[in-house]
């Protein structure tokens, strides 16, 4: 039976708040909703995404998110040779991407593009799947079982297997994912390949086999707002554009916060004063300034050259495996994370203190 949510009442929770367009998103919805039960006996039913203009914020089932950590902490404790076996997997995996990006930085042809679009999608989700699903979904249960007081030597294998991938996200097939774009573009005789980023992975796959796939006026409404999931029953991702569709199925807007101290988990201790910076993509980073306090949804790898000359790091998200959290031990750098609205009380310019021995921020003036 397809997916009604607005028949179905679910348990949503806010999962995390991201950047990334519906083509890129796509390698996810289908990896949680059905590659990852066929690789580990667990799946997210119930899973969706809302583009306000400006982010993509993921809801999630809080049922399925703790059946989840139980799941993968069980694995790890019972089943250690398949995580194991998993992470080998994933190492192997590592040396593909690295051929697939070369071989796309070498002046691939559409025509290759348009005759092997399969076999490359399946190679993405392989990637997306060995290099970011599966070491997410083991890092986020050793958080959960670390925060309940979990002995983390029982743990620390994994954690230390898998937290290396972290390091390297999937932005960097991000020229792939474009070429991919621009290929569909020349083949559409459209003019801004941007467009295609609004694409479903199916949809593009329209465009080379000369099937029907959305209009102008359809991508410029999801350029806009939307919210899309992705149906197992169906095989394909669904668009929603009614702006009241979160709210009828019992997901409500977040309020204005307008506290001036948030407390969150601190991973590297130390008091710091300092200038805020909100950092959430690359091209922001030419706004730092020496020794500003980063504050960002959450880090990523592609942020490491800021975050090793900040004063200190403030995230939205994490855990005590996120990236934020490593990079700032790796670098002895006073760090908050999980202060879920950092990044939004706080202003580009602002005045924030940073006690990261107690987990506490708050600003000091605008």
Known sequence: MALDYLKEKIDWMKYIERRNPPFYVNFYHKNYAETLFKLTGFKFQHQLTFYNGKTYV????????????????????????????????????????????????????????????????????????????LPFMILYASDAALAKGEDKKRL??????????????????????????????????????????????????????????????????????????????????????????????????EKEHKKNELRGISTYPGKVKGRVCILNKPEEMKKFKEGDIIVSTSTTPMLTPILKRCSAIVTDEGGLTCHAAVISRELKIPCVIGTKHASKIFKDGDMIEVNAKKGIVRKISS
């Not at 989700?125 to 290099?131: G, V």
């Open 58 to 133: 993921h809801y999630r089932s809080a049922k399925e998110m703790r059946a989840s950590d139980k799941h993968f902490l069980k694995l790890m404790k019972k089943s250690p040779e398949k995580v194991r076996a998993w992470h080998q997997k994933a190492l192997n995996l590592l040396k593909k991407e690295e051929k697939l990006i070369k071989q796309f930085s070498t002046g691939i042809t559409t025509r290759y593009i348009k005759e092997h679009y399969q076999e490359i999608i399946a190679l993405l989700y392989k990637l997306f799947l060995y290099l970011t699903v």
């Open 156 to 253: 620390r294998e994994f954690i230390e297997k898998y937290q290396a991938f972290r390091r390297r996200n999937r932005h960097v097939l991000y020229p792939v994912l474009d070429r991919l774009c621009k290929a569909a573009r020349e083949v559409a005789g459209w003019s801004d390949f941007h467009d295609f980023s609004y694409f479903t992975i199916e949809e593009i796959g329209h465009v080379f086999k000369g099937k029907p796939f959305p209009t102008r006026k359809e991508i410029a409404q999801r350029k806009r707002y939307c919210t899309f999931y992705y149906d197992p029953e169906k095989k394909r991702v669904m668009f929603n554009y009614d702006p009241s569709f979160l709210e009828k199925i019992g997901i409500y807007s």
